[in-house]
């Protein structure tokens, strides 16, 4: 079992404010995705990273895969309403699958 | 259509009933999985189909789950004899080639009673 631990788990700042929440695991993944899930859908893709070390930004979003390709971790800049949701980590592994964590629940309140 | 669609979007059944859950992938995808999310948990994988090839059915829970594809377009993902612990949100989704990032579907939230 590939085990996806993310903190915290619940998350609440006031708009403007800076965050970031985490990915961690014991096993190594060829590449860690991040998705944002709302009430109701289903979880969207934000990005990818495959190498160790990387950093991806999307737009107020920062992205960085562990040197060890074992853990990452998702930083927030200037939070907004509209990044409310449920940030999930996903490694891949074996055969194309891919283990999801619990989620880092994110509310910015305006 | 231009997403993963799935139906119903909701279902309340029965304990003991049988259900039946729809899933339409993108066309043109060959990677096709059913994930479940039951409230404060993770998305915890059920089954995957690639092509033509054998399904990885590792996770399904119980012999009461079955899913069938019917090469690389609809899978129904089956329930027999609904017990309340099956109470959950049903995700599927799909990739090319199981490469690459998923496209998930709204779901379907089971509720047995």
């Known amino acids: 079992t590939q085990l996806l631990e993310q903190s915290p788990q619940f998350l609440s700042i006031q708009e403007g404010e800076n965050l970031t929440v985490y990915c961690n695991s014991s096993?190594?993944?060829?590449?860690l995705q991040w998705y944002r899930q709302e009430p109701g859908e289903g979880p969207v893709l934000l990005v990818t990273?495959?190498?160790?070390?990387e950093v991806k930004k999307l737009k107020r979003l920062t992205f960085q895969f562990g040197d060890a390709r074992k853990d990452s971790s998702l930083h927030i800049t200037a939070a907004q309403p509209g990044d409310t949701g449920l940030y999930l980590c996903?490694?891949?592994?074996?055969?194309?699958?891919?283990?999801f964590g619990k989620g880092n629940q994110v509310v910015v309140i305006p | 259509g231009a997403g993963v669609s799935q139906s119903p979007s909701n279902k309340v059944t029965e304990k003991g009933k049988d259900v039946e859950l729809r899933c339409d992938p993108i066309?043109?995808?060959?990677?096709l999985y059913w994930y479940r999310q039951r409230l404060g948990q993770g998305l915890e994988f059920l089954i995957y189909?690639?092509?033509?090839?054998?399904?990885?059915k590792s996770g399904l829970p119980s012999d009461r789950f079955s899913a069938e594809r019917t090469g690389e377009s609809v899978s129904t993902l089956t329930i027999q004899r609904t017990q309340q612990e099956d109470s959950a949100v049903y995700l599927c989704?799909?990739?090319?080639?199981?490469?690459?990032?998923?496209?998930f579907g709204s779901g379907t939230r089971l509720t047995v009673v």
């Open positions: 989704a799909s990739s090319l080639q199981g490469a690459g990032g998923y496209t």
């Open positions: 096993s190594v993944f060829s590449s």
């Open positions: 990273v495959v190498t160790g070390g």
């Open positions: 996903a490694g891949r592994y074996g055969n194309n699958r891919l283990a």
């Open positions: 066309s043109g995808h060959t990677a």
């Open positions: 189909f690639q092509g033509n090839s054998a399904p990885d």
